[in-house]
């Protein structure tokens, strides 16, 4: 199984997920970490990013996806994953069983978290354009970036138990 952590930057969820790998004994990665050089020179110029400048991206994430399914355990990706056609790219078409995982947060709350970022490549500038892309998914655990990260954690934990069969391929 691989469980999508999504929101826009700065929702918690590359720390949700480390936290989940290290609960689950299972294995995370940070989407971020895929990005081409160019759209990351872009992201720190305060430039959005274009659905062709995501492409690649996807591309990469979808195909790890796939072959991260095909392994033992649990694998976590932290990913925005802000439009449904991302999310739909990223599930595939080879059945990989892939859990989306929603972390929401009004707009105040993370550009707070933003501005105490230091070693990120995505300026705080960029927010109010990654909420302009958000489309919220229809078929994830929805999760408040309010809560307390154990709480987070539990809400999580009780979803994933559930979420023991291939979802619909529609978000």
């Not at 707009?107 to 230091?118: H, T």
């Not at 809400?155 to 529609?170: G, I, T």
């Amino acid at each position: 199984m691989v469980v999508v952590i999504m929101g826009v930057s700065g929702s918690g969820k590359s720390t949700l997920g480390e936290l989940l790998a290290h609960e689950l004994g299972g294995r995370f990665f940070e989407a971020d970490n895929y990005h081409p050089a160019d759209n990351i020179n872009k992201m720190m110029a305060g430039v959005p990013l274009e659905d062709e400048d995501r492409a690649p991206w996807l591309k990469k994430l979808a195909d790890n996806i796939t072959k991260w399914s095909r392994q033992e355990g649990v694998v976590i990706l932290a990913c925005s994953a802000l439009k449904r056609a991302y999310r739909v790219r990223l599930r595939g078409k080879n059945g990989a069983q892939v859990c989306f995982i929603y972390l929401h947060g009004e707009r105040e709350l993370i550009q707070q978290r933003l501005a105490k970022r230091k070693s990120h490549f995505m300026p705080a500038s960029l927010l109010d354009s990654q909420f302009s892309t958000l489309e919220e998914p229809a078929d994830a655990l929805y999760i408040s970036a309010l809560l307390p990260q154990k709480e987070q954690l539990r809400k999580l934990l009780l979803f994933l138990k559930k979420c023991d069969s291939p979802p619909d391929s529609s978000v």
